[in-house]
């Protein structure tokens, strides 16, 4: 048998998971979700997530159980997505959408990028027309992509990927400018890799990616059978997390460089007909991943694509708890410890 990199009981077949179902509340938890929801509320770990339930997208804080929920931006007129937190939990970044209106009177979105303190203190813009933002492990430089034109508004339609230092306020590219229609960067906490998608790539058209830091080479990770979209990157640096299709987040070592399908398996399985699961997101000590379940994702209802709340399962997909309950569109989490 070809050496995989993993241990003689990763090597066995994962057993099926049954499909994530949304509760009203967590007095529906069962023996083993309140076991989970308790462990997590003992953990001292917290989250940040975007929301719609205040009736715009805001960023808001809490505790890994889905308790003491706080909002950290109150804008009212614009909107703040995709947020990520500095791995020492004192800094948030993340993207400020508008709506700008182009020469001829037509509105369209725009992305820009900030970081400010946990606390919602020192907002301070980082790049315009740009999106996706991501810290570095020391949570002074954070990377993302800059957009193609204020008139592009697919979520891939990007270019280059950049490191601003937030003490020199410089801004670097990186990959010599290789790489194109790349979305949700994600900085390996082990500070080795960069991972990203990318969709109509002209060397890999659509793919997850990783970028070698140390010489800027660029790797499909297709042959390793980790292909779809939204790559995570354990803290330790060896598994990744990603989404291979709208319905399931899988998981698998991180092995760029490895020319055959490495074994891989499922953490959270979305409820059919119509159901999706996304955004995947390891905590510190690699012991869960955070996740959104859309259980009626309908392209043509507006209402049923915001029905979106957060779970957390076990990194083995044993189980899981729910977090929010109010449907709100909530997503992005994204695991911190407090500071």
Same mark, same amino acid.
């Given at each position: 048998?070809?050496?995989?990199?993993?241990?003689?009981?990763?090597?066995?077949?994962?057993?099926?998971?049954?499909?994530?179902?949304?509760?009203?509340?967590?007095?529906?938890?069962?023996?083993?979700?309140?076991?989970?929801?308790?462990?997590?509320?003992?953990?001292?770990?917290?989250?940040?997530?975007?929301?719609?339930?205040?009736?715009?997208?805001?960023?808001?804080?809490?505790?890994?159980?889905?308790?003491?929920?706080?909002?950290?931006?109150?804008?009212?007129?614009?909107?703040?997505?995709? !947020?990520?937190? $500095?791995? %020492? @939990?004192?800094? #948030? /970044?993340?993207?400020?959408?508008?709506?700008?209106?182009?020469?001829?009177?037509?509105?369209?979105?725009?992305?820009?990028?900030?970081?400010?303190?946990?606390?919602?203190?020192?907002?301070?813009?980082?790049?315009?027309?740009?999106?996706?933002?991501?810290?570095?492990?020391?949570?002074?430089?954070?990377?993302?992509?800059?957009?193609?034109?204020?008139?592009?508004?697919?979520?891939?339609?990007?270019?280059?990927?950049?490191?601003?230092?937030?003490?020199?306020?410089?801004?670097?590219?990186?990959?010599?400018?290789?790489?194109?229609?790349?979305?949700?960067?994600?900085?390996?906490?082990?500070?080795?890799?960069?991972?990203?998608?990318?969709?109509?790539?002209?060397?890999?058209?659509?793919?997850?990616?990783?970028?070698?830091?140390?010489?800027?080479?660029?790797?499909?990770?297709?042959?390793?059978?980790?292909?779809?979209?939204? !790559?995570?990157? $354990?803290? %330790? @640096?060896?598994? #990744? /997390?990603?989404?291979?299709?709208?319905?399931?987040?899988?998981?698998?070592?991180?092995?760029?460089?490895?020319?055959?399908?490495?074994?891989?398996?499922?953490?959270?399985?979305?409820?059919?007909?119509?159901?999706?699961?996304?955004?995947?997101?390891?905590?510190?000590?690699?012991?869960?991943?955070?996740?959104?379940?859309?259980?009626?994702?309908?392209?043509?209802?507006?209402?049923?694509?915001?029905?979106?709340?957060?779970?957390?399962?076990?990194?083995?997909?044993?189980?899981?708890?729910?977090?929010?309950?109010?449907?709100?569109?909530?997503?992005?989490?994204?695991?911190?410890?407090?500071?």
């Amino acid at each position: 048998m070809a050496d995989t990199g993993w241990t003689r009981q990763e090597r066995r077949i994962f057993p099926s998971i049954m499909p994530t179902i949304a509760a009203n509340s967590p007095a529906e938890d069962t023996l083993a979700q309140a076991e989970l929801r308790a462990e997590l509320r003992d953990s001292g770990i917290r989250m940040c997530y975007q929301s719609r339930r205040d009736g715009n997208s805001e960023l808001y804080v809490m505790d890994a159980a889905g308790s003491n929920t706080v909002n950290i931006t109150r804008t009212a007129d614009i909107d703040e997505v995709y !947020p990520h937190v $500095s791995r %020492d @939990g004192q800094r #948030i /970044c993340f993207t400020v959408v508008r709506t700008e209106k182009l020469s001829g009177g037509r509105r369209v979105p725009r992305f820009d990028v900030y970081w400010m303190n946990i606390d919602g203190t020192a907002r301070t813009l980082v790049a315009s027309d740009a999106t996706d933002p991501g810290w570095d492990p020391s949570g002074r430089r954070i990377a993302f992509v800059k957009r193609i034109s204020p008139e592009k508004t697919t979520d891939y339609q990007n270019t280059g990927l950049f490191i601003h230092d937030i003490r020199t306020r410089k801004t670097q590219e990186l990959a010599s400018g290789k790489l194109c229609h790349a979305y949700v960067p994600c900085w390996s906490p082990a500070d080795e890799w960069i991972t990203a998608t990318v969709h109509k790539h002209a060397d890999f058209n659509h793919a997850i990616i990783a970028v070698e830091l140390r010489n800027n080479g660029i790797y499909s990770l297709e042959n390793s059978g980790v292909n779809g979209c939204r !790559p995570d990157l $354990s803290w %330790d @640096g060896r598994f #990744i /997390c990603w989404n291979p299709n709208d319905i399931q987040i899988g998981v698998a070592r991180f092995r760029p460089f490895c020319a055959h399908r490495l074994p891989q398996y499922t953490v959270a399985q979305a409820p059919p007909p119509r159901g999706s699961v996304y955004f995947g997101d390891w905590s510190a000590n690699g012991k869960y991943i955070s996740y959104s379940m859309n259980p009626n994702v309908t392209v043509a209802d507006s209402e049923t694509r915001a029905l979106w709340d957060i779970f957390v399962t076990t990194a083995k997909g044993e189980t899981y708890v729910q977090l929010t309950f109010d449907h709100a569109n909530n997503k992005q989490p994204d695991f911190f410890f407090s500071a």
